[in-house]
């Protein structure tokens, strides 16, 4: 008599943005050429705009910290960074890059008041159901004179259509990441920010184009080597896709 075939299990389908995709990605978050390949780029343009601390251990706060992308990026600089996250799992791996770790919602996160010299807040407000709340947050921590930066997707129909309907085709972004109903209007976030304290001022940014396409060509083909660069984020005339933002909190 013949064994039974063993039954596969499907992969679950989850719905869009839903927060235990970062769980089934959890192998990605450090492979170069992983799923989250671009968060790796963007961590970097951010890392750029954050200066030295002018202070033995200021406060770096990273919101919707993932597995601790930042922190290579941050090294020398002199910042105690801690990170808040909902995923356990990407949590675990940015404790072992030297973060100090906060499992927690961005929108409700268990600091005191005007305690950071810094808040990053990369790829997280196009991911909260209420990206208010999450700004709201992100200035009650900023100390006065402190930075705030961020990058996120605008509320535009191009964003749609390039990060959706065409990024998550490509290697460079798991289907399902984003729901383009939660993406930030950016003329409505620097509103948002002047209410809490904070002139932000916004640029667009992009991946750059050759060594984007490279980069999927070796994806494409399967070429194991390491990459030799990673394509750098660059500015753009328009934040009608994806745009940084920089400001410092008033008083």
Known sequence: MRDAAPVSTP????PPNDPRQYDDLAGEWWRPDGAFAMLHWLARARAAMVPP???RDALLVDL??????LAPHLAGKGYRHIGVDLTRSALDQAA???VTVIQGDATAVPLADGCAA??????LLEHVPNWRRAVAEAC?????????????LNDTLLARLVAVELGERLPTVPRGIHDPRLFVDAR???AEC???GVALRLRGVRPELGGTVAWLWRRWRGDGRPTRREPRIVPTRSTAVLYQGRGHRSG
Request: net charge positive; hydrophobic share 45%; proline share 5%.
């Open 11 to 14: 992969p679950r389908v989850l």
């Open 53 to 55: 601390a002018s202070e």
């Open 64 to 69: 919707g910290c993932g597995a601790g992308l």
């Open 96 to 98: 072992a890059h030297g």
């Open 118 to 123: 810094v808040v990053s807040a990369g790829e």
């Open 140 to 152: 009650r921590l900023l100390r006065p004179g402190g930075l705030l930066v961020l990058d996120t």
């Open 188 to 190: 409505a976030l620097v």
């Open 194 to 196: 002047a209410r809490h």
